[in-house]
């Protein structure tokens, strides 16, 4: 495996350069080395299978995340912006039978490292693609994420061609911000700075301003950039406004960063802009989890921005006739349970491919909502689920791209007083991401064209009437 020849490599020149650290410890090469062996070696004598992950970021979480992969167990990072349901369902559905993380009713302990290993036999076990490695589910486009089934080679191809854009930047220190179970992260914040030779500084969630998937703390964000002085990140957009913030008010913060990467939702030119002018080197770029994340990245000496950069060296982007954008020589093994997928995958997003070689994204195909935070949904579910409350006549929610969910409901007669109280009830169903921040009491009926003869929604339309009112509620949200 060539990420642990780059680590053998390296512990063999320089055993006590930095791999990995946290606020308490920092592990060299050498002991990064060592410990994953002794790990991977203690999980197959266990004779784990399929290993659940479902921890805060920490070395923890990369130890046993590169364990896995040198003993060859399936590992399915459990994410923890995902609701009690959705965590669930992703265990249950992936046939896990072991788990590291809190303490689950109907697993039994059987082991210790570091943290306790629970295990049981599973009520199914679904048959997986051949090479499978890592089962990484989506952020919840639906009620129940589908499990995207990768290799560690194509993980390997990705993280190789990603070394290779950004090495220009000599990145030496990564920091890393979002879960470690977004595959995003995982494989910028884990795999690119190990076969790069450089560090990654892992700390927990909590100690770099997250208070929910959807909720930061800039204070704590700022101080986190203080204390490690990182030469890159990789940021969704609401957490790149927040940078460009803090950079504004302390141009210091900047100073350290040599490639601050963006992606997981639509920016505004403007912010790039404004980053750009504050000194923060901005790189756009895009991926998707059915492709093994990133595909497209702009990077020093080769960039333009507004776009999406251009294709990652092991894929090939395509545009299809409608301006679907089609990605060749990236596809996964297939979704879990579900037949093989095609080498090519339709990603479902429209943009087209300049002269030069640059990816432009110009929308969406569906209707798939992706918050400024990198979280997609999809509205069709929340609005189901508000099916179920009275109060709550008719329902369209908007997300993409904004802080903040906002709902345009138009109320039953006679539920009026009741509607705030539905409304939470309703928010204790959803993830944080899929929540109603705010709402608008509106009209929507066939007769003013705002939905379809069916009851459907008109989407295009809603927004169109009511952008102001909805940029107006989520201006503000910086937590």
């Known amino acids: 495996m060539i990420l642990f020849e780059r680590i053998k490599q390296i512990a063999l020149i320089d055993p006590a350069r930095p791999a990995l650290c946290d606020s308490e410890r920092v592990i060299s090469y050498a002991e990064l080395l060592q410990a994953t062996a002794s790990l991977a070696e203690k999980l197959k004598n266990e004779q784990v299978s399929r290993l659940a992950l479902f921890l805060d970021n920490g070395l923890e979480w990369a130890m046993i995340d590169l364990a896995c992969a040198l003993a060859n167990i399936v590992i399915i990072p459990v994410p923890v912006f995902f609701s009690a349901e959705q965590q669930d369902w992703l265990i249950e559905s992936s046939g896990a039978d072991a788990l590291i993380g809190p303490a689950r009713a109907g697993w039994a302990t059987t082991a210790n490292f570091a943290h306790a290993l629970q295990r049981r036999q599973p009520l199914s076990v679904p048959e997986l693609p051949a090479h499978t490695a890592k089962i990484t589910y989506t952020s919840g486009t639906t009620g129940r994420p589908k499990g995207v089934c990768l290799s560690w080679e194509h993980l390997m191809q990705v993280s190789l061609s990603l070394a290779e854009r950004v090495e220009p930047a000599k990145v030496q220190q990564h920091l890393t911000l979002l879960p470690l179970a977004t595959l995003l992260e995982n494989i910028t914040g884990l795999y690119v700075p190990l076969l790069s030779g450089a560090s990654s500084r892992i700390p927990s969630l909590a100690e770099v301003g997250f208070t929910g998937s959807s909720q930061f703390s800039y204070q704590v964000l700022a101080q986190a950039i203080k204390q490690w002085r990182p030469h890159s990140l990789v940021l969704v957009p609401e957490l790149l406004r927040l940078l460009v913030m803090l950079c504004g008010m302390d141009p210091d913060l900047a100073k350290s960063l040599r490639f601050v990467a963006v992606g997981g939702g639509k920016v505004a030119a403007e912010l790039v802009a404004k980053a750009h002018q504050l000194g923060l080197p901005v790189f756009e770029g895009y991926g998707l989890s059915e492709c093994g994340s990133v595909v497209a990245l702009n990077a020093p000496g080769n960039a333009l921005p507004g776009s999406a ?171």
Request: charged share 20%; hydrophobic share 40%.
């Open 309 to 479: 950069g251009k294709a990652l060296p092991h894929c090939q982007i395509n545009i299809a006739e409608d301006g679907e954008i089609h990605v060749s020589g990236a596809a996964m093994l297939g979704y879990l349970g579900e037949p093989a997928v095609e080498s090519c995958i339709a990603t479902g997003d429209l943009g087209y491919v300049d002269d030069q070689g640059f990816l432009h994204i110009t929308g969406r195909k569906k209707n798939v909502q992706i918050t400024a935070f990198g979280r997609n949904f999809s509205p069709e579910w929340v609005e189901a689920e508000a099916q179920l409350f009275p109060a709550i006549a008719r329902i369209v929610v908007f997300g993409d791209g904004q802080p903040a969910n906002v709902a345009l409901i138009h109320p039953t007669p006679g539920y009026e007083e009741s509607l705030e109280e539905q409304i939470a009830q309703l928010n204790s169903r959803l993830p944080d991401y899929a929540q109603i921040h705010h709402y608008i009491l509106a009209q929507l009926s066939i007769e003013n064209g705002l939905l379809t003869a069916n009851g459907r929604p008109r989407r295009a339309q809603i927004l169109s009437q009511y952008q102001t009112r909805i940029n107006q509620l989520t201006s503000g949200d910086i937590v």
